[in-house]
């Protein structure tokens, strides 16, 4: 499984991003997807997963301003990115488990200005 991620960005506090995570390769495999991130410094840290049923998860810090979402179809998951907060800079990385074998997309680079 391969994962590209796409469409960070440098925004103002207060607005808003949306990532996308297209997956290719043995994508019939693919049980969670789910977005980390890292800011400098830190560890890498789960922002939010979803499995192949929708099922989600987020991380407090982004719960009512980000909405992780999948569409099967076109084998991408989609991070919706709202009320962003200088704290929310950092390297976000797509993920993509099989059951067996987690899958980790290049990051792409979001950084929230005050």
């Known amino acids: 499984v391969q994962l590209q991620a796409s469409g960070g960005g440098l925004v103002q506090a207060g607005g808003s991003l949306r990532l996308s995570c297209a997956a290719s390769?043995?994508?019939?495999?693919?049980?969670?997807m789910a977005w980390y991130r890292q800011a400098p410094g830190n560890y890498r840290d789960l922002v939010a997963t979803?499995?192949?049923?929708?099922?989600?998860v987020y991380t407090d810090s982004v719960k009512g301003r980000f909405t992780i979402s999948r569409d099967n179809a076109k084998n991408t998951a989609y991070l919706q990115m709202n009320s962003l907060k200088p704290e929310d800079t950092a390297v976000y990385y797509c993920?993509?488990?099989?059951?067996?074998?987690?899958?980790r997309g290049r990051g792409t680079l979001v950084t929230v200005s005050s």
């Open positions: 390769g043995s994508v019939f495999s693919i049980l969670t």
């Open positions: 993920y993509a488990n099989d059951g067996l074998v987690q899958y």
């Open positions: 979803i499995t192949r049923v929708n099922t989600t």
